[in-house]
T-cell receptor
Framework: ETGVTQSPTHLIKTRGQQVTLRCSSQ?????VSWYQQALGQGPQFIFQ???????GRGNFPPRFSGLQFPNYSSELNVNALELDDSALYLC???????????????FGPGTRLTVL | AQSVSQHNHHVILSEAASLELGCNYS??????LFWYVQYPGQHLQLLLK??????LVKGIKGFEAEFIKSKFSFNLRKPSVQWSDTAEYFC????????????FGSGTQLTVLP
């Protein structure tokens, strides 16, 4: 069984640029959530995708957007990058609602984004 | 807004010592509770979880946690730590009606001295 995978591993961008991060969910999981983990802090929820639609959003501005594809993989897009966007971006997947383990999220290794 | 607090930011123990890491949350409704661990250079891994039933839950690697509803707490324990338990530990909570999003504490860095 393949776990959650993310690409790229590391990324360096400059302020004002745009970035796209990618996530493949664990086999059998159709819900994907994205989190931002700043240095020394716990992950913060950005948004969740289920059935290709946004299904909940945290306190992040609209320049953070996402997509989910029919194969349940997902993208996180961040426009107009700011220095404070430097963080580890985590993707987590979970089983469909109503299944036994639907409330458990399994995390990928993350993408380390540095904004200069 | 709901929040999760981990009061110990850095804990240093010797091998074989007992461990207890605190976690408190602010919400009076139904919650699901989790402890995740992040070993150096690795991704977040699930240690244990509580949804309902017996408030004492056992996880992997000898860890356990107790849910005390009246204290809004979900403390993590291990009777005897090993050097390999050195890691960062995160408590996380999902609150009813929150689309299963997780709210994390700020984490506790555990260092176990050999």
């Amino acid at each position: 069984e393949t776990g959650v995978t993310q690409s790229p591993t590391h990324l360096i961008k400059t302020r004002g640029q745009q970035v796209t991060l990618r996530c493949s969910s664990q086999s059998g999981h159709n819900t994907v959530s994205w989190y931002q983990q700043a240095l020394g802090q716990g992950p913060q929820f950005i948004f969740q995708y289920y059935r290709e639609e946004e299904n909940g959003r945290g306190n992040f501005p609209p320049r953070f957007s996402g997509l989910q594809f029919p194969n349940y993989s997902s993208e996180l897009n961040v426009n107009a990058l700011e220095l404070d966007d430097s963080a580890l971006y985590l993707c987590a997947s979970s089983q469909p609602p109503g299944t036994g383990d639907a409330d458990t999220q399994y995390f990928g290794p993350g993408t380390r984004l540095t904004v200069l | 807004a709901q929040s999760v607090s981990q009061h110990n930011h850095h804990v240093i123990l010797s091998e074989a010592a007992s461990l207890e890491l605190g976690c408190n949350y602010s919400y009076g409704g139904t919650v699901n509770l989790f402890w995740y661990v992040q070993y150096p250079g690795q991704h977040l891994q699930l240690l244990l979880k509580y949804f309902s039933g017996d408030p004492l839950v056992k996880g992997i690697k000898g860890f356990e946690a107790e849910f005390i509803k009246s204290k809004f707490s979900f403390n993590l324990r291990k009777p005897s730590v090993q050097w390999s338990d050195t890691a960062e530990y995160f408590c996380a909570v999902s609150f009813s009606g929150s689309a299963r999003q997780l709210t994390f504490g700020s984490g506790t860095q555990l260092t176990v001295l050999p």
